[in-house]
Every structure is written in C-alpha cells, then in structure tokens.
C-alpha cells in the first residue's frame, strides 16, 4: 500500500536539517523498495527546505511509522509535525 509522509520542520531548524542530511540520504537509499518517491517542499520567499515528503510502498501504518522512525532528520528531531496517510498513484506510476 502507497502512504504519503508529510514532515514540517521546526522554525529555525535548517542547521539540524544540513548537519543530518547526509545520513539521511543514506537512510534513503539503503530503503529504496519501500521509498519510492522524497524530497524536501521549499519555502517560496528563500527557497530554502522547510519540510520532506515522502511516497513509501509498504505492507501497512505501522510499517510506515516503524521505518519513519529510524530516519536520522526524525531521530534528530527536526519535524516540528508529522503526517502519514494512504495515498493512491494515479498519474506517473511506475512500470512494474
């Protein structure tokens, strides 16, 4: 099942989003059969990131909040607040 992950960081947290990032992305790619989709939504006046969103294609809620959970920029405690929500593929879905 598709879920979509929404992640707001906290004001003033882009040093905790840059110092984690790498670690991040790692997290990412060592997950890629779950993760099919991420990156961070921009701020329009800076362009600067102000929050990650995510596509997973995982078995159920708990496997999203479980997988989730381990990824550093979460451990860091950058998300001010979290959404996930089953979230269908209409357009652009991959071959399989």
Known sequence: MHMMFIGRDKPGQLGVRTANREAHLAYLATHGAEIKVAGPYLDEATGEPRGSLLILDVASLDAANALLAEDPYARAGLF?????????????????
């Open 80 to 96: 001010e607040t979290t959404e996930i929500r089953p979230w269908r593929w209409v357009i652009g879905v991959p071959k399989s």
